[in-house]
Each structure stands twice: as structure tokens, then as C-alpha cells.
């Protein structure tokens, strides 16, 4: 199941945008992926859920956008401000 394998690259690919520490504060993470992509759209989301739904993210949302191509890649993280002390 390669889908996991991609999963866990898009997992990496958040710890690189943002940072370890500030990987909690992912509320979601945009995906496309293409039809022509060779990955399963509902088995990636599967995957991506399962992952983000732990440490040390805590339940950030897969957003995956089903194109034609073959388009893999993450569009976007939604990262949610940290600043309550004002």
C-alpha cells in the first residue's frame, strides 16, 4: 500500500514547512492528487487521517482536491494562530 508510504511524505513535508513544535497547530493539510496519479484517493485520505490524528499533530484535516493529470503534491497547510496571549 504505497498510499501510506505518500502519507507519511506528506507528514514530512509539514514537519519541513512548519516546524516540529509548531506541527500541533496544523488544523489542515490540502492534497492534490490527480486521477491520473496512481494513488487511491480514499486510501490516501485513510492513511493521512490515521497519521494526523496523532502525536505530534493533534486531528489536523485531510483536504483532498481530486484533479485530472497526474498531479501529486500538497497545496497548502492551514495552521492555526498560537497567539492567545493577545
Known sequence: M???SVALEV???AEDQVGLAALPNV???GVIVGRDSGV???S???CLETLLASAPFRGARAALDLTPGDDL???YLEIEDD???N
Open 2 to 4: 504505497h498510499e501510506m
Open 11 to 13: 507528514c514530512r513535508i
Open 27 to 29: 488544523r489542515e493539510v
Open 40 to 42: 487511491e484517493p480514499e
Open 44 to 46: 490516501l485520505r485513510f
Open 73 to 75: 503534491r500538497v497545496s
Open 83 to 85: 497567539d492567545s496571549a
